[in-house]
């Protein structure tokens, strides 16, 4: 099971950006797909999740408004768009599989990629 992120960066507060995550070994129709991320020095923060059930998403209540969440299982891809970003979301984010949307309890995730928001 591999999941490699992409499109991290460093960006102006306020820019966009879209990641992306690319699954191989693993059948994205059989668990949520979530995008959580990390910052030097603080706990793991769950950002966003899409249910493969119904395709219902979540959010963080920090980014609920500025990032969309979705996937294409035919490709296994899943994708994160980033709006109007903020210095404090600056961190690594990660690309990550687990049962059911909420729980944060993660069977697997990729390596990660680093976002960057200057002020």
């Known amino acids: 099971v591999q999941l490699v992120e992409s499109g991290g960066g460093l960006v102006q507060a306020g820019g966009s950006l879209r990641l992306s995550c690319a699954g191989s070994?693993?059948?994205?129709?059989?668990?949520?797909m979530s995008w959580f991320r990390q910052a030097p020095g603080k706990e793991r923060e769950a950002v966003a999740c899409?249910?493969?059930?119904?395709?219902?998403?979540y959010y963080g209540d920090e980014v609920r408004g500025r990032f969309t969440i979705s996937s294409d299982n035919a490709k296994n891809m899943l994708y994160l768009q980033l709006h109007n970003l903020k210095p404090e979301d600056t961190a690594v984010y990660y690309c990550a599989a687990e049962a059911y949307c909420l729980y944060q309890d993660y069977e697997f995730w990729g390596r990660g990629t680093q976002v960057t928001v200057s002020s």
């Open positions: 070994g693993v059948t994205f129709d059989d668990y949520a």
């Open positions: 899409i249910s493969s059930i119904d395709q219902r998403t």
